[in-house]
């Protein structure tokens, strides 16, 4: 007997997955998780459903982005399906695979959500160059300033100072102390 099988995603432990589920009412079983999206063998309960499909049955999603974030792992996953002789439908996008025009429109909506995100991080990245030209620092802020660094050097070259003594007094790493230094080697 064919099954529809459905797949419920959500990025993030606070995210609901309440509207995807609504919509799936309808399957003989559902598999769920809360993971990013963005690497299939990351996501245990997807890979548990494409193993559990079988020829003849549909692997039923609310959106396309619930399934993949690249055409690339898109790919993979529709070959993996097409394998199995398991139809992919996509309810918002009216997209099923066991037609012709399923097969086109799955494709293309593929294409176009890898190119939105293409286009979201060429914009991200844009973003970042122009805060560091404005001087905007990214990252930790640095352990020590650049008078602490000099007092370091100081310590240990003309008094003395071993490294787990400026660990201590300067509530730092070794490898903080041995940056400070001008040495990485331990």
């Known amino acids: ?17 309440e509207v995807q589920l609504d919509k799936l009412k309808d ?16 996501r245990p309960e997807l890979l548990k459903a494409l193993d559990y499909v ?12 619930r399934m993949a974030r690249s055409v690339l792992d ?14 992919l439908k996509v309810l918002d996008q009216s997209i099923d695979t066991s037609t012709s025009e399923g097969k086109l429109m799955f494709h293309m909506l593929g294409a176009f959500a890898e190119f939105e995100n293409d286009i979201r991080r060429e ?17 930790r802020k640095p352990a020590l300033t650049g008078k602490q660094q000099a007092t370091i050097r100081r310590m240990r070259k003309k008094e003395g100072f071993t490294i787990a003594q400026l660990m201590e007094r300067f509530q730092v790493g070794r ?12």
């Open 1 to 17: 007997m064919n099954q529809t099988i459905g797949y419920a995603r959500v990025s993030s432990i606070g995210q609901s997955l």
């Open 27 to 42: 399957c003989d079983k559902i598999f769920q998780e809360k993971r990013s999206g963005k690497q299939t063998d990351n």
């Open 54 to 65: 079988r020829e003849g049955d549909s692997l039923v999603i609310s959106r396309l982005d």
């Open 74 to 87: 898109l790919a993979k996953i529709a070959e993996r399906l097409k394998e199995k002789g398991v139809a």
């Open 123 to 139: 914009r991200q990245q844009d973003g970042i160059a122009k805060a560091l030209s404005k001087g905007v620092k990214f990252g």
């Open 175 to 186: 490898t903080t102390v041995y940056r400070a230094l001008g040495t990485y080697s331990i």
